[in-house]
């Protein structure tokens, strides 16, 4: 329990660790950041060190040491495999004839392992000349980017990496696997903050492709606009975004357009809209008769949205329109906030908000309650994707499905994963549920699983895994 008088500083520690890194922290989390406060704190005192920390350019060190102990950016080679090779087979070979050289950014780049993972697909895959092929790396911890620069890395870093690809490109070395120096001087790094303006950076055409995964979940959604808005404006026309599989743009821009490859969603930027001569004679004399006449228009007030319900269902409302700081909020304030559909929205919350440990610690709470065993076994599947464990999140989805045998999202989701794992029959099997259970599926799973696609989106979604299996229903 924080005492009160450490709250207020808590506020203002917080408020500025959102303000210059990006990072939002719930109430829930504040006990999470008072040791550390307490430890920065020691040889001035919390007063003077907020001070500093507020201070316009006397304190970048202490900035990058926090960046440092508050950035834990846990990866690994080839991690979602099929995003990355969507990029390197399907999105990078179509700017070969418009540019001598294709650049990539990959922000929030951690210790290295995703941009390294672009440069060692570009070259197995061969489909654009390595040599052609610029890769950025970015990421706030100075830390991530001094091992990304060493290149060298444990055995569990390289999980995901075939025998055979590993022993082509990387040394075994007495730390661990070096990454062979044709790989890795294809990659620069760049210590560089998301939050930043920097227009040089952001410059327009900067960028063919911005590989941004599992960063956004990190940040309120006004950064996140802000973010996602210096992107629209680096990439080339038609230029690529690829976000983590769990991520949507679904309420914070509308710059792109959302497409799929395989397994792979991704984002591209939509051209600009230009207006037809039609639309030009129309729109022309209104224009003139205000000029010439000065005509004075009624004033049409819109109807006012209808108001947001109260309770449990308010906060349903919030997180299906993405308000997820606002969802947080209305559910801290609830005084039935411990009832089973109201930790579910909590455990939903974590999740989007990147917290797995807690969404994960929830999920299991549920999973042994009555009447919520199907969806909390599904947010755990969610959870164990999220970690790299396919296998375990299969397991979860079969399970939501056998706790409620009319989940359709449990079922295409188990089919999904099925078909990825080789086993195409139970993947049919599973996705022909899927597609009949659909039309029925409760709203509230839609609202909290659906990743902003309806029940139309999902079942296009579901035709194209039939087909993947080489069947169309």
């Known amino acids: 329990m924080i005492a009160e008088s450490s709250r207020s500083a808590l506020a203002r520690f917080v408020a500025l660790v959102e303000q210059r890194l990006g990072l939002f922290y719930d109430k829930a989390q504040w006990g999470e950041l008072e040791p550390l406060l307490a430890e920065r704190a020691a040889g001035t005192g919390v007063e003077r060190y907020l001070e500093q920390l507020a201070s316009a350019s006397s304190q970048q060190e202490e900035w990058k040491a926090l960046a440092e102990r508050l950035t834990v950016g846990e990866t690994y080679f080839l991690r979602h495999p099929t995003q990355l090779e969507t990029l390197v087979d399907q999105v990078l070979p179509t700017f070969l004839r418009q540019a001598p050289n294709i650049r990539v950014l990959c922000a929030g780049c951690s210790s290295g392992e995703e941009p390294y993972s672009v440069a060692l697909l570009a070259r197995e895959r061969g489909r654009v000349d390595s040599s052609r092929l610029r890769i950025l790396g970015i990421d706030v911890n100075p830390r991530a980017i001094s091992h990304a620069r060493r290149a060298c890395y444990s055995p569990w870093s390289l999980r995901a990496v075939p025998l055979a690809m590993r022993e082509q490109w990387f040394q075994r070395t007495p730390e661990g696997f070096s990454l062979r120096p044709q790989v890795r001087d294809q990659v620069i790094f760049e210590e560089r903050n998301l939050m930043e303006e920097a227009p040089a950076f952001w410059a327009p055409g900067s960028f063919h ?4 995964r599992n960063v956004m979940l990190y940040f309120p959604p006004e950064a996140m606009r802000r973010i996602i808005a210096r992107m629209a404006q680096a990439l080339v026309p038609g230029g690529y975004l690829f976000l983590g ?3 949507t743009l679904r309420g914070i821009s509308d710059d792109f357009e959302l497409l799929r490859g395989g397994d792979a969603f991704y984002y591209r930027l939509r051209q600009p809209a230009q207006p037809t001569s039609s639309a ?9 008769q205000r000029t010439q006449s000065q005509v ?3 004033v049409v007030t819109p109807p006012a949205p209808a108001p947001a319900p109260d309770g449990v269902d308010g906060v349903l409302h919030l997180l299906s329109a993405e308000r997820y700081t606002e969802a947080w909020t209305l559910l801290e304030s609830l005084p039935q906030s411990s ?3 109201a930790l579910l929205l909590r455990a939903v919350l974590h999740l989007h908000a990147g917290r797995l440990g807690q969404a994960e610690q929830l999920g299991r709470q549920l999973a042994a309650a009555s009447g919520t065993e199907a969806p909390a076994h599904y947010l755990l599947g969610l959870c164990l994707e999220q970690f790299g464990d396919e296998v375990g999140a299969r397991s979860r989805y079969v399970a939501s499905v056998r706790a409620d045998p009319t ?3 449990g ?3 188990a089919g999904t994963l099925a078909r990825r794992a080789g086993d195409v029959v139970e993947a049919r099997v599973s996705l022909r549920m899927a597609l009949s259970l659909l039309p029925q599926e409760k709203p509230l799973y839609l609202s909290l699983f659906g990743g902003g696609f309806g029940r139309h ?3 296009q979604v579901v035709l194209q895994e039939l087909q993947a299996c080489t069947e169309v229903p």
């Open 245 to 247: 599989p769990s991520e």
């Open 407 to 409: 989940f359709a999202l």
């Open 411 to 413: 079922q295409l989701r």
């Open 457 to 459: 989106g999902l079942m």
């Open 296 to 298: 004075t228009l009624p």
């Open 339 to 341: 009832q089973p559909k």
């Open 280 to 288: 030009l004679a129309m729109a022309q004399p209104v224009a003139l």
């Open 209 to 212: 492709a911005i590989l941004c």
